[in-house]
């Protein structure tokens, strides 16, 4: 008995889904190709209009381009980094409430309240820390010269009104909290459950399972966040413009009137009257502000990649 054999048929065109796969991956590398384009063109425009600063005489550019960008450069790290140290640990305390501990409908509510701080108008926390923080603030200023007085952030003496660096600084932690809560709460979430329930297992209990489960597993994460709000408080401009007294000053004390400008806030205050020389000169820090966030989210990077190796799920 002789069984007769089927050629399966040709296949004509193409595979199917062949087309939008091209498509799609060329979108993305268009993508990235165009964000490099857009990165080179402002990097371009910044050190064509900073050049004349760059190269002109010190007399006629505020005394120097590098004595007149240093304090503005100390005053944008000390607030952002002081912002940072405030909101790094709140941030990872809130994404582990969120994903370990609240139920979920109370962690579905609060994830989307800490989202809507985002949504808030730089401009507004300005107001809110002008107005309503700042004077809060004199009484606890005045304890803390009076109490930790022999510490240099706090050896006043006490501003009046209130705004201080201290201020600017509670306020740009507000405005990163959600930036590294978002990212934290994902990475917490993708913690292996295998790893958490194992860890329950042998008798831990929730906190250790968190200690030693979680995260390791979402330090990267956090790390990678907490570059982002670092950013972004570098970046910011109008709440730093509409709370600080600036006096130009470059010291650590938090508490004082006499409190350094941040490279942002100097050059929305200073650009509408400016001409000139002058012009170049501000672009020329907002070069410099540039450069120290990209070096930034290149150290973020460097970080990240470091720990690449580690992965929850092996």
Not at 141 to 162: E, K, Q, R
Request: proline letters at 6%; aromatic letters at 8%; charged letters at 10%.
């Amino acid at each position: 008995m002789t069984t007769t054999e089927t050629k399966p048929e040709p296949v004509s065109g193409k595979p199917p889904g062949q087309l939008g796969d091209r498509i799609f991956a060329g979108s993305a590398k268009g993508a990235g190709i165009l964000i490099l384009v857009v990165l080179a063109g402002v990097a371009a425009f910044l050190v064509s209009e900073a050049a004349p600063a760059l190269v002109a005489p010190a007399e006629e550019a505020h005394g120097g381009l590098a004595a007149y960008i240093a304090p503005l450069i100390f005053g944008t790290v000390l607030g952002a980094v002081i912002a940072l140290l405030i909101a790094t640990p709140l941030a990872v305390g809130v994404a582990l409430f969120i994903s370990h501990y609240a139920p979920r409908r109370l962690a579905q509510g609060l994830s989307y309240v800490v989202d809507l701080l985002a949504a808030v108008p730089s401009i507004v926390y300005g107001f809110w820390g002008a107005f309503t923080l700042a004077p809060a603030s004199v009484a606890l200023s005045v304890w803390l010269n009076d109490y930790l007085g022999w510490i240099p952030l706090f050896a006043g003496p006490p501003s009046v009104t209130g705004r201080t660096m201290l201020v600017v600084s509670v306020v740009l932690a507000v405005m990163i909290l959600p930036i590294i809560t978002a990212v934290a709460r994902e990475v917490f979430l993708q913690a292996p459950k295998l790893h958490e329930e194992a860890a329950l297992a042998l008798g831990a209990t929730r906190w250790e399972m968190i200690r030693l489960a979680v995260l390791p597993f979402g330090r990267s994460g956090v790390i990678s966040g907490a570059m982002l709000g670092l950013g972004r408080a570098l970046g910011e401009t109008m709440a730093v413009a509409t709370i600080l007294s600036v006096s130009g000053a470059v010291t650590l004390n938090l508490i004082s009137s006499e409190n350094p400008s941040t490279i942002a806030a100097n050059i929305a205050l200073q650009f509408p009257e400016a001409s000139g020389l002058d012009v170049n000169v501000l672009i020329a820090s907002g070069l410099v502000l540039f450069v120290i966030t990209l070096l930034v989210n290149m150290l973020a990077r460097y970080i990240v990649e470091r720990r690449r190796d580690f992965s929850g799920a092996n």
